[in-house]
C-alpha cells in the first residue's frame, strides 16, 4: 500500500478579501468533480488586512487533514504577496505559484522560489477581472478558475459553484463571474497545465457529499434532537454553532437569542429547559467561564442543559482564531461543589453531528447539564462526507412523564425523588397536579429547602449516583488504524484527523518496521473506566498526543485510572498538529528504541 | 403579561403551604407575600398557571413559601430565568422575584436589558435597601451615609433610584407600593400582572433587624399615592414620570408611576413564535424530514 | 480627572508607537484614536501620566496603537478595572476605553455602578453600534430593524441611549462626540478628563464593514452640535438633559450635554484616602508596630 | 500517657438570641481563666430564629476541635427547648442541662434527660436577669455566670469579658450584666456545683493568648504583608475575610470596597495590583466562580492578585452556612487555558495568618493570581495561640524594580521579558521610562498583541516556567503526630484540627497497639513532588481523610504523582468529622486487619 496521492492548494490574501469564501468554492468545486477533499481556514483576529489563507487538500482518498507541503499557492493579494514567502517555502518542486502578473515579485520571494524548485506563474488575474468581469474584486474568480484549469477539474464542476454563490445576488452577477471563471480558466489550459507534473483521479461517480465544518454539525444535529431553544453571546469561535440557527430562525421554529452576555446566554437556556424545552447555548473559554456558576444551578436543579464550549488558544483572550484544547480539567471540574457533568469530545464531523444528538438525549435523561467541547479546528474545517452518515435522531427524553401520566398521578408529585440509578422521574410544571418550586440550596424530595443532614446526604448520594449510572452509557474510546500496534497515541477531541492521517502516512511507508494506531475519545465524562482499561490493555506503548501544554487527557487518565503515558507530545502555538510533524516524533521515539518490541 | 390561560377560581387556601417561614418576625417579607397571594387570587391564576422566579436573598425564599410553581435560583440571575422560562412557555404567567441587592445591584444588567426588549414578566423588586441575607451590609438603594458592616462609617455613594432607571431603560409599567400595604401592593401586582410587557414593580419592604429606622411608622410617613398628592398626574407621560423620579424630597409616591402600552413585547416579534404561535413548549419535536432532506442537500 | 501631576510639554510624536493596526481601512477607530492623542497633547498630559484601559473589541484594541500606558483587559470588564487602578493610583489620569457591545451590553453594570459612585475615570465608549471584531451582530445601541448575523430579520430590541442612561445613573459629565470629527471630539475628551468625576463620552464611530449605511456622511447628516441648535441649552438642569436625550428624531445632538459640578468624587471620600491623601500606592507598606500590637491585644 | 481531660459545653438557642456572642464571651472568660479551648458555632442559613448553637472544649491542653458528646449544656431559649433534644443526647452520664425554670420540660425531653443519665437545671434566668438586670434579654448573662459558676471559673475573668463587651455600650449596662452574671455565678455555686462531677485544672499563669477566627487571621496576615486594597462582595462565609477590612478601614490605612458583583470586585483588585498596590478579595463558591475569567486575565498579564474562597456545603447555594471542601480541583484547574496558579491551603489559625501573608509575598513574587483556600469551619472556629505566633512579616515584593533602578534604566523597558525563571523584572506605570500597556491577547516582551507562533511558544513556556520555579517555594506537606505509625490519614485545610485530635484520642489509648499520624498539606498548588514523595515514602497506610464526596486530594495526588490511597473517608453532610467518628473508622481499618503490620 503506497503512499497516498494527494495535491495541496493554499489560497492566501488579506482578511476582507474573500480568501474564506473562495477556498470554500474551490472546495466545493473541487468535491463536486469528484475527489475526496479537506478543507480549513487559517485567519487573524481582525476584520481587514493581515494575512489570512485558506488550505485545501484533495486526493482519491478520504482526507482528515491538511498537509505541511503544498502543490499550488495562490495570492489574492497583489499587495502584500511578499507574506506569501513563508508559503511558497511550503510549495513542493515543481509546485506553482499562481500570482497577479501587475504583483512585483521581490527578492525574497524569487530565493523562495529558486530554493523550492517552484514555477512562478504570474497572470491578469486583475486584466481579466476586469475586462471580462468588469470588477476587479472578480480576480478571486479568476484565480479559482485557473486553479480549476491546472487541476484539470470539468469546468462544470466550479461553474455549478459559482453559479450558485452569486444567484443569490443577481444572475448578471452570476453570469459574469462564471465567464470570468472560464477565462481563467482557458488561460491555465493553455498556459499552466502543462507546467504542472502533479495530478490526482477524479471519480465523476462520486456523487453527493457534504462539506460541512463541526460547528454547523453540531447546531444541525442539535436541531435534530429537537433543540428548540438557544441562546448565546458571540464568542469566536463558538459562535456559528448560534449562527447557524439564528440563519435559519423561523424555518426551523427555533426561539434564538442574542443576549447581553454569557451569563444571561446560560441563565435563559436554562430557565427553557427548566420548563421543558430542549435548550442549549454556545460559546469559548472566556465565555464559558462566565457561564461556571449556572451550570452549578442546573446540576442542584437537575436541569438538562447543553453547554458547547469551543476551544480557541488561552490564557483569557489568548490567540482569539486559533486553536487549542486546554480547557479538558477546567470543564470536567467547572464550577463550585460536586454535581454530575456530562463532557462530550467530538473529534469528526459525524461525532459532531452526533454529539449534538447525545448532547440533548443525555441531557434530558440525566437531568444535568451536558458540555460539548469542540475547539477552532474542528469548528471550521470541512471534508466530505456522505449525507446518510447524519440520521434522524432517536429522541429519548428520559424519566419525563406525560400528561396523560401526570392526569393519573396519585401522590403528591415529588420532583427529586429517591431513586436506585439516581434519576428522578420529572414532570413539568403547569400541571396542576405538579406544583413545585426547586431551590438551589440543598432541598428535598419536594424541592423545599432543608438543611436536615441526613436529607443532605441522600440527596447528594442521589446526583452522583446518576455519574455512575451515566458511566455505563458513554462511548469507550476507538482505535483508528490497525487494532494491533507497536505505538499507540492516545488523543480526544479534533486531533482525530491528524492522527489518522499520521497513522495513514506512517503504516504505509514501507521504510518503517513497526505499526502505529490511536485510541481516540470522543466522550470523557463520565469515564466508562472499564470500557477504557480494556481498550487501553491492548496499547503496548502510549504516546499522549495533545493540543495544549499540560497533557490534559493524560493527566485526567492518570487520576481516574492510574493509567501512565509512556511519551508526550503537546503543541500550544494555536496551530494544529500536522501528520508530518507526528509522524517524525514517532519515528523519533522508535529510533531512541524506547521501545522493546 | 399576556395571561393566555383560563381564570380558575381560587382562593387563599390553595396557595398555602406547610413549609415554615425563616423570616424574622415583623419583616416585611410577609407583608410582600400575602400581596403575592392576594393579587393571584384576585386575578384568578391558580398555583399550577404560575412561576415564581427568584434569586438569592431573604426575599428570593418567598417561593418556598407558597404552594405554586417556583424556581429559586442564583444571585443577580433571576431575570434572565425568567426570561428564558416564559419565552419557552409563554402560558406560564412568569414573575421575577428579587432583592434590592439581587435585582439592581449585581443583576442590573440583566434587568435593564430585559426591560428595554419588553420580556412579558413581572419583576418584584423587594426593596428593603439593605443586604438582609448576609447580615446587613449596604446596598445600591441604601441612603447614603447609611452605616453598615461594609460602610462603618456611612455609604458614600449615590444610590439608584429604581423608578428613573426603569423608566430609562425601557419598562413599560413601572409600579411601586410597600410592604406594609399589603391590599395596594396585591393592587399594584395585578396591575403588573394584567399589563402586556415588562412590569417592574418596586416593593418598599422594612427589614427590622438591619434597616431598623425604616419601619413601618416611617414608611407610613414617608410614603403617599400619586393619585392623591396629584390628581392631574398622566402615568403615560415619560417626562412627567421621570421629573416625579427625580423629586428628591425624600418621600415615596406610591402608585403606577408610568405605563406604556405602545411597545409589542419580546415574545409578540420572536419569528418563531410568529410562525407558530402556541407556546414553544407545545411545539413538535418530530423532525421535518423534508426540510432535514433540503439542508443537507445545501451542503452538496 | 482630578489632574494631581504636572502637566508636561508633549507633542504627538511622543505617542506615535511602530504597532501596525488591524483595523479596517476607514474605520472610526482612527478619528478615535487621533482624538484621544490630540486631548492628551492639549491637556499636556504625558504618555507615562496616563493610563488607556480597554476592554475587548476592535476599539479596544487602542492602547495597542499610541504609545501610552494602557491595559487591554476583558470584554466588559474595563470600567472596574480601570476603577481600581484609579482608587490605588490616582495620580495616573485614568480612561475606560469601551465599545458599546462592551460597555453598554456585557459592561452596563458596571458602568452604572460607578457612575452613580461618581468615580473620578473618563469613559469613552465607542459606538459603532454594531459588534465589530465578532464580525458584525447587532449591538445594545443597534437601532431596531438593524439586520446582522443574529438578527436575520432585523433586530426587535429598542436600543440603550447611553446618554439617558448615564445622567439616571449619576454620572456627573456626559458628553457626545464623532469620530468623523476628531478635532470636536478630542475637545469633549480634553473636557472630560478637566472633569471631576465619572466623564462619559459616547464617541459614534463610524464601520465601514459591518454598519455600512451609517457612514460619514450619513453622521454629517444626523449630527448636530447642541450650542449651534439651542443656544439657550442649561446643560446643569438634569430635566432639560433629559428631554434633550429623549428627543427621537433620529439625530445626535454632540456636544456636553450634562455636567454636575456638585458630587463629590468617590476617591475623595474613602476614608483611608482621606487619613493620608497621597497616592494609595505611595503608602507605605511598612507596618506600624504599635497599631500591630494594638490589634492582636483586641483578641486577648 | 492517659486521654485528655476535658469539659464540652453547648450554648443553644435561636438566631439572633445572642448565642454567638455568648458564647464567644464566655470562651474568653474560660481562656482568661487559665484553660486551653477550642470554640465554633453552628447556624443555619436564616437571621432570626431557627436553631443555632455554640460550641466550647477546654481541657489543661491545647484544643483543636469539639468532642462529640458534652458535658454542660445551656439552653437561651425558654421557648424552644425541645429543640435541645438532640443535645441533651449528647451529654454525658452527670452531665448539666441549664434552661429557664419557666420552661416546660416535655416528655421527650425528659426521656432523653433520663436515658443519658443527664442532671435536669431549671433556674431562674429570666427572674434574675429582670429583677436584678432590669431586662429579660439579659438572662444569657444570668446563663453564662451560672456556666462560670458550675466551672468553678474565678468570676474576675467573667467579669472583665462581661464589662468589656457592655462597655462600648455604657457603663451603666456594664455594671448591670456584672451583676446578673454574679447572681448566675453564686446561684451555681450554691445549687449546682456540687452536682457537677467534672472538672478541669486551670492555668492562672497560662498569661496572654488570642482567641482569634481563620478569616479574622488571613485578613490579619494579609493587612501585616501590606494588603491595602480588597474589594469584595459579601458572600458567606468569605465575608469576615472582608468585614475585618472594613472594620478598621481608616485606621489600618486600606481601600474597601463592597461591589457590585463578585466580577467587578476581583477585577478592581486586578486594576489595583496591576498599577501596585498589594490587592485582595474574598468569596465563597458561588462568587468564586464569577472570578475565574478575571483569573486568566491576572495569569495573561502576569498580576498577582489575592483571592480568598472561602468553601461551604455546594453545589450551587447548597448549605451557605456549613462546611466543605470541595472546590479544591475547581480552583486548580479554574478558567480556560494554562497558566500558572498557586493555591494555599491553611489548616490552622496560625497557618491562616501565615497564608495571609504568604499569598501576598507569592503573588508579587510570581506575577500571578493566589488563591487562599479556607472553608466554613475554619473561618468560624477559634482557640488559644499565643500573641508571638503571629510575628511582623517580612515583605518580598519579589522583582520589582525600583524608582532609583528605573532612573538607571538604559534600554527599553521590557514587561514580559523572557528570563530562565519565568520571572521578568517588574515596573509599575507611572514611570516616564516604563511606559507599557499589556495586553490579554498572546503579545511579546513588550505587551503588544502578537499571533506569531515562535513568541507564542516561548511567552507559553516563560508563563508556565513559573509554575516550575514556585514549585521549590511551596510548603511541603507536614506530619501531625508520630512521624512513624501504621497509619496516616492524608488531611488537608480545615480538617487538620480534627486529624490532631484524632492522633491523641487514638494514640494515648492504651487498648490500641497501633499508631497514627497524618499527613497535612497546607499550600497545595504547584506540588512540591520530590518533597512530597519524600514524605509519602514514610506512608505505611494511606488514609484519605476529606470533608467532600469525591476524595479531591486523593485525585490530586493520583493525578500528579500516580499516588494511591488505601482506604477513603469522606463526610459531606456541611457538619465537621469529629475525631471520634475517625477514630472508629480507624479503629475499624485495623479490625480488617487491612494492614499487615
Ligand atoms: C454570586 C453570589 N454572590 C453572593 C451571594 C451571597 N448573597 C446571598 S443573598 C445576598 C444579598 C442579599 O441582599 P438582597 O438581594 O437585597 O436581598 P435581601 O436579603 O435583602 O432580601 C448575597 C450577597 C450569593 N448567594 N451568590
Ligand atoms: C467574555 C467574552 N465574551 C465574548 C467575547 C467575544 N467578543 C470580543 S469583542 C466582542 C464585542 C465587540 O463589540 P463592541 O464591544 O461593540 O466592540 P467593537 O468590536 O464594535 O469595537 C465580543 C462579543 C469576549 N472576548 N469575551
Ligand atoms: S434580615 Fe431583614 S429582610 Fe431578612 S428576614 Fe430578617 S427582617 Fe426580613
Ligand atoms: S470591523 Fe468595523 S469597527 Fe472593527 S475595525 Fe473594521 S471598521 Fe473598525
Ligand atoms: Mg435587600
Ligand atoms: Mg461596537
Known sequence: MSQKNQISIKVAGAAGQGVESGGQGLAKALRRGGLHIFGVSDYMSLIKGGHNFFQITVSDEPVYCNTEKIHILVSFDPQQVQDTVPHIRELHEGGIFI?????????????????????????????????IGGSRIMMNTVALGAVAGIMQLPFEALDSVVRENFAKKSTELADKNSQVAKSGYDFALQNLVSKFKYSVKYDPAMGDKMLINGNEAIAFGSWAAGCRFISFYPMTPGTSVGEWFTKRNSKIGVVTKHTEDEIASICMAIGAAQVGVRSMTTTSGGGFCLMVEALGLAGMTEVGVVVVNAMRGGPSTGLPTRTEQADLLFAIHSSHGEFPKIVLTPGTIEQCYEAGIRAHNLAEKYQTPVIILTDQLLAAEVYDISPD????????????????????????????????????????????????????????????????????????????????TARRDIKPPEFIGPENADLTMIVWGSTYGVAYETIELF??????????????????????????????????????????????????????????????????????????????????????????? | MVITQERQTVTAKDFKTEQKSTWCPGCGDFGILSAVQMALV?????????????????????????????????????????????????????????????????????????????????????????????????????????????????????????????????????????????????????QAMEHKGYALVEMLQTCPTYNKTQNN????????????????????????????????????????????HSRPTYAE?????????????DHSLDLDSQLFEKIKASYN
Open chain 2, 217 to 260: 411608622d416611617w414608611y407610613k410617613e414617608q410614603t403617599y399615592k400619586i393619585e392623591e398628592e396629584n390628581p392631574s398626574y398622566d402615568n403615560t407621560n415619560r417626562l412627567m414620570a421621570y421629573e416625579l423620579s427625580q423629586k428628591d424630597d425624600g418621600r415615596y409616591p406610591m402608585g403606577v408611576l408610568f405605563i406604556d
Open chain 1, 99 to 131: 500570482l497577479d502578473e501587475g504583483a512585483k515579485v521581490d527578492p525574497a520571494m524569487q530565493a523562495a522560489i529558486e530554493e523550492v524548485g517552484a514555477i512562478c506563474c504570474p497572470m491578469p488575474l486583475v486584466k481579466l477581472a476586469t475586462e
Open chain 1, 389 to 468: 452518515k447524519f440520521e434522524i435522531p432517536h429522541i429519548d427524553r428520559g424519566k419525563l412523564l406525560s400528561k396523560e401520566q401526570l392526569d393519573k398521578l396519585e401522590s403528591n408529585y415529588l420532583r427529586y425523588e429517591f431513586s436506585a440509578d439516581g434519576i428522578s422521574p420529572r414532570a413539568l410544571q403547569g400541571h396542576p397536579k405538579t406544583v413545585h418550586a426547586p431551590a438551589t440550596d440543598e432541598h428535598d424530595e419536594t424541592g423545599h429547602i432543608t438543611e436536615d443532614a441526613a436529607n443532605r446526604i441522600k440527596m447528594m448520594d442521589k446526583r452522583m449516583q446518576k455519574l455512575e
Open chain 2, 269 to 281: 416579534q420572536v419569528p418563531a413564535l410568529q410562525q407558530n404561535k402556541a407556546a414553544l413548549i
Open chain 2, 42 to 190: 384576585n386575578a384568578g391564576v391558580a398555583p399550577w398557571q404560575v412561576l415564581l422566579v427568584s434569586g438569592i436573598g431573604c426575599g428570593s425564599k418567598l417561593p418556598d413559601y407558597i404552594s405554586a410553581n417556583g424556581y429559586m435560583t442564583l444571585h443577580g440571575r433571576a431575570v434572565s430565568i425568567a426570561a428564558g422560562a416564559h419565552l419557552a412557555n409563554t402560558d406560564l404567567v412568569t414573575f421575577a422575584i428579587t432583592g434590592d441587592g439581587d435585582g439592581l445591584g449585581i443583576g442590573i444588567g440583566h434587568a435593564i436589558h430585559n426591560m428595554r426588549r419588553n420580556v412579558d414578566i413581572v419583576h418584584i423588586i423587594e426593596n428593603n435597601e439593605v443586604y438582609g441575607l448576609t447580615k446587613g451590609q449596604y446596598s445600591p438603594t441604601s441612603k447614603r451615609g447609611f452605616k453598615t458592616s461594609t460602610s462603618p462609617e456611612g455609604s458614600i455613594e449615590f444610590s439608584v433610584n429604581p423608578l428613573a432607571l426603569a423608566l430609562t431603560a425601557g419598562a413599560t409599567f413601572i409600579g411601586r407600593s410597600y410592604s406594609g400595604d399589603p391590599k395596594h401592593a396585591a393592587g399594584i401586582i395585578q
Open chain 1, 507 to 597: 503504516n504505509r511507508n514501507p521504510s518503517n518496521k513497526q505499526k502505529i494506531n490511536a485510541l481516540h475519545f470522543s466522550e470523557l465524562w463520565p469515564l466508562p473506566k472499564d470500557k477504557i482499561q480494556q481498550a487501553l490493555s491492548k496499547v503496548k506503548f502510549a504516546v499522549s498526543v495533545e493540543q495544549n501544554y499540560t497533557s490534559q487527557l493524560a493527566t485526567l487518565l492518570r487520576a481516574e485510572l492510574g493509567y501512565e503515558m509512556k511519551k508526550f507530545i503537546n503543541r500550544y502555538d494555536g496551530r494544529p498538529l500536522t501528520a508530518e510533524e507526528l509522524c517524525t516524533q514517532v519515528q523519533e521515539i522508535f529510533a531512541q528504541s524506547l521501545i522493546t518490541a
